[in-house]
C-alpha cells in the first residue's frame, strides 16, 4: 500500500500538524510543561514518519510498532492536557480558545483512531469517524438567517455541530463526520451532518460501520477536499 498518499495516513498527518500548532504555540491556556512537550513532539512527528513511508498494508500497519508508540506518544500528551484542563477548571473564554481546545481533541481523537480505521474498507471516507449521534438541543446562530447551532450526543460525549439544515428537531438522529473544527459565526463546529436524512430512530448511537451511501458520498467528498489543501 502507498502509506505516503493513502487518505486515513494524510488526514492523521493534518491531525498531528494541528495538534502541535496548538503545543507549540501555548493556545491552550493551561499550565504545561512545554519543554518537555516540545520534546514528545518531535518524537511524536518522527514516529509518523515512519508509519507513513512504511509501505505496509492495512492489515501490518495497524501492527506496526511504529503505529502503536505514535498512538501511545498522543495518548499519553492527551491525557495529560486533559488533566490539566480539569485541574485547572479551565472553561475558554474566547473562540480561538474554545477552537483550540476543540482541535487538540480532535487530533488525539484522530490518531488513537487510526488502527480500527484501517480495518473498514479502503475507501476515503473512512479517514475520518463517521458516527450516529442524537440531536439534544437546537438554537439559532447569532447574525444568521440560515445557520442552526446543534448540541449532539454520541452516547459518548456531547458534540457542538452547526448547519444550514432545516428544520432540525430535538430527537433526530443523523450520521455525522468528525472533521477538523471550524470557526462558523463566532461558533465552534466540530463535525458535520452528513446529509438532511434522519437515520432510523434505533440506530446505534457512535461509531457508524456501515453509513448509508449519501452519508459515504458526502464524507468521501469531505475528505478528499482536506487532502486537497494539504497538497
Not at 495529560?80 to 480558545?97: D, F, L, M, Q, W
Not at 448540541?151 to 430527537?171: E, F, H, L, Y
Not at 446505534?204 to 464524507?219: H, I, K, V
Request: aromatic share 6%; glycine share 6%; hydrophobic share 40%.
Amino acid at each position: 500500500m502507498d502509506t505516503a498518499k493513502d487518505p486515513r495516513i494524510l488526514v492523521v498527518e493534518d491531525a498531528i500538524g494541528r495538534f502541535g500548532n496548538i503545543v507549540r504555540n501555548r493556545r491552550l491556556k493551561v499550565h504545561l510543561d512545554y519543554g518537555t512537550f516540545a520534546n514528545a513532539l518531535k518524537s511524536l512527528e518522527s514516529t509518523f514518519y515512519e508509519v507513513k513511508y512504511s509501505y505496509a498494508e492495512p492489515g501490518q500497519l495497524a501492527e506496526l510498532p511504529a503505529t502503536r508508540k505514535m498512538v501511545e506518544e498522543i495518548s499519553r500528551m492527551g491525557t495529560t492536557i486533559e488533566s490539566a484542563v480539569s485541574s485547572a477548571n479551565y472553561r475558554p473564554k474566547t473562540v480561538g480558545e474554545r477552537l483550540a481546545l476543540s482541535e487538540f481533541r480532535y487530533g488525539v481523537r484522530t490518531v488513537e483512531g487510526l488502527p480500527r480505521r484501517l480495518a473498514l474498507p479502503d475507501d476515503p471516507a473512512f479517514a475520518v469517524d463517521i458516527i450516529a449521534v442524537e440531536v439534544t438541543q437546537v438554537s439559532k446562530v447569532e447574525g444568521s438567517d440560515k445557520l442552526t447551532l446543534c448540541r449532539c450526543t454520541d452516547a459518548a460525549r456531547i458534540w457542538t455541530i452547526v448547519t444550514n439544515i432545516q428544520r432540525i428537531k430535538p430527537g433526530t438522529r443523523l450520521p455525522a463526520a468528525v472533521l477538523p473544527p471550524t470557526e462558523m459565526m463566532g461558533v465552534v463546529s466540530e463535525a458535520m451532518f452528513l446529509g438532511g436524512d434522519p437515520l432510523p430512530e434505533d440506530t446505534t448511537l457512535g461509531l457508524l460501520s456501515a453509513p448509508p451511501e449519501a452519508a459515504l458520498n458526502q464524507a468521501r467528498g469531505q475528505v478528499m477536499a482536506l487532502i486537497k489543501r494539504l497538497a
